[in-house]
């Protein structure tokens, strides 16, 4: 199976302020050691993707076994209603995920390595280039009460990514689901949008309700259409210099 450690440049929104963007590992005055600080100031998120073919998409829910399941996620619930659920995991997470899914056989893996400035809205791509089937019409949520509905044709899929500090050591992330046409058209998602708390250094999962099939949360933790579809598992890791 395919192993492949990329880089995601941060891609910053009109209006926002300029900072640095992404490093390439060997440039960084970081590696891929997570004992070393990111830069002074900075956020490092630590992304690992997996990816597993349709009929393996059940394999996914899995991660629930590796799960933390004393500390509660709290600011989810905006993603939650959209279809993507939030997990804390044990410091073990990735490598336990990784070896569940291998035994799949369709499981691909890649990680990505980003830093952003707390305050400073980036985006966190997840898929590109992706083929599209669609448009699909996914249904929208208030207060966990169906509120409307939005028309989606995803050729790219990502989070707007918004960190803060908390008192205590904590942090939270605002996430906002986001999505590009083949057209070009981008379209922020932001009635999914969350503010999650997160314990900086610990790992995130995020991937989708396996019992909804056209939701926010299967488009954009999915590429691809019919029977080379991809589904797709999220695991976020940030720490804080």
């Known amino acids: 199976m ?5 880089v995601l440049a941060l891609v910053f929104l009109p209006g926002c302020a300029e900072v640095k963007p992404g490093f390439r590992p060997e440039e960084a005055p970081w590696s891929r050691d997570t004992t070393t600080r990111p830069p002074k ?3 490092r998120v630590t992304l690992n993707v997996f990816e597993v073919a349709a009929k393996d998409r059940a394999a996914l829910q899995g991660v629930a076994k590796f799960a933390a399941r004393e500390v509660a996620v709290a600011g989810a619930s ?3 209603a959209h279809g993507i659920l939030v997990v804390a995991g044990k410091d073990s997470l990735p490598a336990s995920v990784d070896a569940d899914l ?4 369709s499981m691909t893996t890649q990680t990505v390595f980003m830093v952003m400035l707390p305050n400073e809205e980036a985006r966190i791509e997840i898929y ?3 083929p599209v089937e669609g448009p699909v019409e996914v249904p929208l949520y208030k207060d966990q009460q169906k509120s409307g509905s939005a028309t989606l044709e995803a050729e790219a899929g990502a ?3 918004k960190g803060k500090k908390l008192p205590r050591g904590l942090l ?3 996430l906002t689901p986001w999505f590009r046409s083949p057209a070009g058209q981008e379209k922020a998602i932001a009635e999914a949008a969350a503010d999650v708390v997160l314990d900086p250094g610990r790992p995130y999962a995020l991937y989708a309700k396996q019992e909804e099939s056209e939701s926010v949360g299967s488009l954009l933790m999915s590429r691809g259409s019919g029977v080379s579809r991809r589904h797709i598992l ?3 890791t940030v720490e804080e210099s």
Do not use: N, P, Q, V
């Not at 395919?2 to 990329?6: C, E, G, S, Y």
């Open 2 to 6: 395919a192993r492949t450690f990329l």
């Open 41 to 43: 100031g900075h956020l």
């Open 78 to 80: 905006g993603l939650e």
């Open 102 to 105: 291998r035994r799949t056989g």
């Open 128 to 130: 590109r280039e992706a």
């Open 159 to 161: 989070f707007l990514a």
């Open 172 to 174: 939270e992330m605002r």
């Open 234 to 236: 999220l695991i976020l």
